[in-house]
């Protein structure tokens, strides 16, 4: 698109005044996907109401949801959320710091990088959540505990990505910024830093899925609030239509952050060749 | 005409025995540049022709002060009597163009002037106007990669410009341009470069735009590079690309051909 209008300018340069709008895409398939989903959860209620499995087992979408409506009314899950969110976006902050700054710091001196390759390459591959035990020994089983090890399972991808972001920036945008008398410093946060923006990026949107597992994973263990503890509780006791609106509860979070993390990427690179 | 008087103004770039050598592995290094001793006169164009490979890009990057030679001195000279002083400002404008893809059009032409502290408005003003220079006025707010590659280097132009520099270097400017596109913005830089009377470097590969751009034309040998002759271009200015055409052009060509042929096959069969 960009192409064909840019040539037809090329000759004649005076009338234009803003850039192109880039007109949306339109796909007529874009209501399959919810009709998919309309039909499978009809055949799932109809499914469990004809069938005759019991309840205990796999309660009705209905039942589902109007468990989920109950939990927040009257059982306080609104509280739950509010505390595994805050947990989730504490380490995946505290991750997004030390993994942007330490990414930068080993993208641009090789010496850093060779002292602390080692290390990174012993942590990564360690699974965050045999952690656990030894967390809960140094921290007990309270808020930093959760908070630091949510930062655990996020530090690497954003620290990893960071150092390929900064690593892969274009020599010769740094020679054109060198040329036009740009200091060392201003190299590093105009040039490499803008440029590793996208990478970097990729490295958040793992982090933060990777920071939803981890937070839930350990609430089932060790937390008597938040919604892993929530979810562990419901299960101990059977209630299994509590068990699936957390569930449900969990895969709203998630898709929510994904697309708020979409429009983010979108509007951040929103420079980026279409 | 005018260029000539500008010129007093403006910097003379002198090099003498300068020499370049790569480091490798094997520690022996291969030798780049050798030996070179030249003067690029003050407010006209030296266009660097020589075959691939013979350093013409590495002795830009050196005269431009972002690379270090091993032996030898790059000297500024000023004035008729050609004092030696410190370095002019100088801008450079890439065949690869290096503009920064995050950045819209104005403010990649005004980011030297905002790495230099200059205020929001003014350096928007200046970039504005070195925008229009370039007869790219509506395409502010565009974004490079929303742009062709002839209007990407007018960009570039822009951006150098708008720098005042005393020194302009050209690297290989309209190499990854098509034929037409070239063209049309050789055209366009011979119209800056003889109104500005600034003294220009010019490295290319092809020898029409060094005759159709240069006041005289720096011939290389292969590597290790070498200054293998000057040819003055005896062309009237203004140019047009009608000359391109001309008997005069043609010798000259011939005349550069001539000395480049053997240079271009050891750089062959090296």
Redesign the interface.
């Known amino acids: 698109m ?2 064909t ?3 037809a300018t ?1 000759n004649d ?8 709008k880039i007109p949306r895409f339109k796909d007529e398939t874009w209501w399959y996907g919810p009709a998919a989903m309309l039909v499978f959860l009809l055949g799932w209620e109809l499914g469990v109401s004809f069938s005759g499995i019991p309840e205990l087992f796999l309660p009705r979408p209905s039942v589902v949801l109007r468990t989920l409506a109950e939990q927040f009314a009257s059982k306080g899950l609104l509280y739950d959320m509010v505390l595994t969110l805050t947990r989730i976006f504490g380490g995946f902050l505290l991750a997004s710091v030390v993994g942007i700054g330490i990414g930068i710091l080993m993208g641009t001196s090789r010496r850093i990088y060779a002292i602390a390759d080692i290390f990174v390459a012993t942590l990564y591959p360690v699974p965050k959540i045999s952690l656990i035990p030894l967390l809960v020994i140094w921290l007990g089983s309270g808020e930093l505990f959760l908070v630091v090890l949510c930062a655990l399972g996020c530090v690497f991808p954003v620290l990893v990505n960071t150092i390929y972001g900064v690593r892969q920036v ?1 020599e ?2 740094v ?9 060392p410093m ?1 190299i590093q946060r ?2 490499v830093l ?2 590793a ?1 996208p990478s970097i990026f990729a490295g958040l949107r793992i982090a933060l899925g990777i920071g939803i597992i981890m937070v839930v994973a350990a609430e089932m263990q060790t937390a008597r609030y938040g919604l892993g503890a929530k979810l562990f509780a419901a299960g101990q006791i059977l209630e299994t239509g509590e068990v699936f609106a957390i569930l449900l509860l969990l895969a709203a979070i998630g898709l929510t952050l994904t697309k708020i993390q979409q429009r983010l990427d979108n509007i951040v ?6 | 005409m005018s260029a000539a008087l500008a010129g007093e103004n403006f910097a003379a770039v002198s090099i003498e025995h300068l020499t370049h050598r790569w480091a490798s592995r094997t520690g022996r290094g291969t030798t780049a540049l050798s030996d070179i001793s030249f003067e690029f006169p003050a407010g006209k164009v030296t266009a660097i022709v020589g075959p691939s490979g013979c350093g013409k890009s590495t002795l830009l ?1 050196i005269l ?1 002060g ?1 690379m270090k030679a091993s032996d030898g001195d790059v000297q500024f000279l000023y004035g008729p009597e050609r004092r030696p002083g410190p370095p002019p400002r ?3 404008v ?1 065949q ?1 163009f ?6 819209t059009v104005l403010d990649n032409v005004a ?2 002037l905002e ?2 502290g200059v205020g929001r408005a003014e350096r928007e003003e200046k970039a504005a106007a070195a925008i229009r220079s370039v ?5 502010e ?8 590659g ?2 990407r280097q007018r960009v570039g132009l822009a ?1 150098g410009l708008v ?1 005042s520099p005393e020194i302009l270097f050209l690297d290989e400017p309209f190499g990854a341009l098509d034929a037409q ?1 070239k063209l049309y913005l050789q055209e366009q830089m011979s119209a800056v470069v003889e109104s500005s009377g600034k003294t220009i470097i010019l490295v290319t590969h092809s020898i029409e735009e060094a005759i159709f751009l240069g006041d005289q034309v720096l011939v290389m040998t292969a590597r290790p590079g070498r200054v293998a002759a000057t040819i003055p271009v005896d062309l009237p200015r203004p140019r047009s690309f009608e000359m391109q055409s001309s008997p005069r052009s043609g010798e000259l060509f011939n005349e550069i051909y001539g000395l480049l042929r053997d240079e271009v096959r050891k750089a062959m069969m090296s």
Request: proline share 7%.
């Open positions: 960009a192409q209008s840019s040539q090329i340069t005076g009338d234009v005044d803003s850039p192109p274009d010769g945008l020679l054109a910024a060198r040329d036009l008398g740009a200091t201003q105009k040039i803008p440029a923006v690179s929103r420079w980026r060749t279409r | 990057l431009r972002l100088m801008s450079t890439w690869a290096n503009l920064l893809p995050w950045r980011f030297g790495l230099a007869e790219l006025a509506g395409f707010n565009h974004y490079p990669a929303q742009l062709s002839g209007m951006r720098m596109t």
